[in-house]
C-alpha cells in the first residue's frame, strides 16, 4: 500500500510538473509574441519620430530662409517689413541691381552696397541700423536693430 500511494504521489508530481512545464511554455510564446508586438511598436514609432524629425528640418529651414537669424531679414523685391520690434518699416525698392539696392527705411529711400549701413536716429535716446549683408536679384538681406543710449 505504502509503494501504492509513493508510485501516485510519484505520478502526481510528474503531472503537476508537467503543467507547470507547459504553462510555462505558453507563457513564453505569449511573451515572445508580445514583444514581437512590441518591437513592431517600436520600429513604427521610430519611423514616425524619423518622418517628424525631417519635416522639423524643412520647415526650421524655411523659416530660416524668411528670418534667418536674429535681427536678419530676407526681403524680396517690393516687399516692406516691420522690424526691430515695431520701430523700423524697411522695404525693398524693385529689384537689385549689379552694385546697389534701394533700400526704404521709415520712409526714405536710400542707395546702398553690400556692407553698407544706413543709420536711422528715432529720438535723441534711440538710434537705429540697417546693415546690407548681401543681395542678388531676387533678394536683400539685412540685419535691423536699435539702440538706446542712456
Do not use: W
Amino acid at each position: 500500500m505504502t509503494v501504492l500511494v509513493g508510485v501516485i504521489a510519484y505520478v502526481v508530481g510528474l503531472n503537476v510538473g508537467y503543467l507547470d512545464i507547459a504553462g510555462a511554455r505558453q507563457l513564453i510564446q505569449q511573451l515572445r509574441a508580445d514583444n514581437q508586438k512590441l518591437k513592431t511598436q517600436i520600429a513604427d514609432l521610430n519611423a514616425t519620430q524619423v518622418a517628424l524629425q525631417n519635416r522639423l528640418s524643412t520647415f526650421e529651414a524655411a523659416l530660416d530662409e524668411i528670418i534667418p537669424s536674429k535681427n536678419t531679414y530676407n526681403i524680396k523685391p517690393n516687399q516692406s517689413m516691420i522690424v526691430a520690434a515695431g520701430r523700423l518699416t524697411i522695404g525693398l525698392i524693385g529689384a537689385p541691381t549689379n552694385e546697389s539696392v534701394n533700400i526704404n527705411v521709415n520712409g526714405k529711400q536710400h542707395s546702398v552696397a553690400s556692407g553698407d549701413v544706413v543709420s536711422v536716429t528715432l529720438d535723441p535716446r534711440t538710434t537705429c541700423q540697417v546693415r546690407v549683408q548681401s543681395f542678388d536679384m531676387f533678394k536683400a538681406v539685412l540685419n535691423a536693430s536699435c539702440t538706446q543710449s542712456q
